[in-house]
């Protein structure tokens, strides 16, 4: 080994990276008790999400009602039916982590240009500042929602390994649903007003996901689609792994590959759009 460890640590080690990541927890701290300072929001976020889980469980279950013991349309049972789209509701609010809005609002303001001045990345600020809100979504919100449900109805019980390929699958939708947002918010930029893009984000994403309909009941050309696209790596993927629709660890090795596939290019997207719109923001401050 060569260099001394001063050396070392000033090459870029864990221990320099490490120094580095300690400037961001600031921001996740801050972000948590800005969050704490409106707790009666998740009480809203809560029977809202309830609501819209029981009407899309109650309306697919009478769809299933009558289907035989070996499973309905797509392979499915009235249990799995549920579990996914409960489970699909679960998902989107671990998506909602306000990174769209955020962004979208400090360009507007210009308070992203206050952000520019400090020795952080931004887009790293940003990620830090929505874990709070997906952790606490997850406990306060998820967890409740899907206790009810399973108080009230039979859900699908799957196998331990498969709930340990939803958790990282779960962890990968949640790095995926921040880059979707983060590139939604930097559109920022380009228009004064995104919330017509936020509104298109969000319905584009909640269908080609299959959030709202699961992508083996849609007909081959759209599932086609919806499976070239990022998005099903937010809630299909997750929810075939929990549910075990996957043939071997081949398959399940597959699904996960694809999600890291999709974080890494959205990532580089990311990196390359944030750069164009810092010259943007050059051009438009003098």
Not at 108 to 128: E, Q
Request: hydrophobic share 55%; charged share 10%.
């Amino acid at each position: 080994m060569s260099g001394t460890p001063v050396q070392q640590v000033r090459s870029g080690t864990p221990v320099r990276r490490a120094v580095r990541a300690r400037h961001y927890l600031p921001f996740a701290t801050g972000g948590l008790q800005s969050l704490l300072q409106y707790r009666s929001s998740f009480v809203t976020t809560g029977i809202t999400a309830a609501a819209g889980a029981a009407v899309s469980v109650f309306l697919w279950r009478a769809v299933y009602a009558g289907s035989p013991p070996g499973g309905g349309p797509g392979g499915f049972t009235t249990e799995t039916i549920t579990t996914y789209l409960l489970m699909a509701q679960i998902l989107q609010i671990l998506h909602a982590n306000r990174v769209d809005d955020e962004v979208a609002a400090e360009v507007y303001r210009g308070d992203v240009a206050v952000m520019l001045v400090r020795p952080v990345s931004y887009p790293v600020v940003r990620f830090f500042a929505c874990l709070p809100v997906v952790a606490a979504n997850a406990v306060l919100v998820g967890v409740p929602v899907l206790g009810l449900f399973a108080l009230i109805m039979p859900l699908a019980v799957p196998r331990p390994v498969d709930v340990l390929l939803f958790l990282v699958s779960a962890a990968l939708s949640v790095l995926l649903a921040f880059l979707v947002n983060m590139l939604t918010g930097m559109t920022g930029f380009i228009t004064t007003n995104t919330w017509g893009v936020r509104m298109v984000k969000q319905s584009v994403v909640a269908f080609f996901a299959g959030q709202l309909v699961p992508l083996a009941l849609m007909p081959g050309p759209l599932r086609a689609l919806a499976s070239a696209l990022p998005f099903q790596g937010m809630v299909d993927s997750p929810l075939a792994l929990l549910l075990g629709r996957y043939d071997g660890v081949a398959d399940a090795a597959g699904v996960l590959a694809l999600q890291v596939g999709w974080v890494a290019g959205l990532t580089l997207l990311s990196a390359v759009l944030w750069r164009a719109a810092l010259r943007r923001l050059e051009v438009l401050g003098g």
